[in-house]
């Protein structure tokens, strides 16, 4: 029994089948969390539309909005959405958001 689980075909197909299993559970995180973060820059988006500048809450929104959509497309969340309608048009805010309109009291868009 021993000399059958001590082989070195049964250790090898062993550490493949595991690395195989991690691979494909970091895998299904990976695109699990790719979801809730680009759904979660949706959110972030929304609330930044709705914020005025001159509400109090509005940079710390605003940087915590630039700061998720920096970290998405280091990761690579926007890369292949681009021609699809996905999210990636939501990136295309970070620049442009309310600058230097702080005293003409309203939006742009």
């Known amino acids: 029994m021993m000399s ?5 075909a049964t250790i090898t197909v062993t550490v ?3 690395a195989a299993l991690v691979t494909l559970g970091v895998g299904i995180y990976w695109l699990f969390n790719k979801r809730a973060r680009l759904r979660d820059i949706a959110e972030m988006r929304a609330k930044l ?3 005025e500048p001159s509400d109090p809450e509005y940079g710390a929104v605003r940087a915590l909005y630039t700061s998720m959509v920096l970290d998405a497309e280091r990761w690579g969340y926007f ?3 681009a021609g699809s309608g ?9 620049g442009s958001d309310h600058v230097g309109d702080a005293g ?3 939006h742009a868009h």
């Not at 059958?4 to 070195?8: K, Y």
């Not at 996905?86 to 970070?94: C, R």
């Open 49 to 51: 539309d709705e914020l």
């Open 4 to 8: 059958t689980l001590a082989s070195p």
């Open 79 to 81: 890369a292949g959405e």
């Open 104 to 106: 003409e009291g309203g």
């Open 86 to 94: 996905g999210h990636a048009s939501s990136a295309d805010h970070g």
């Open 16 to 18: 493949f089948g595991v």
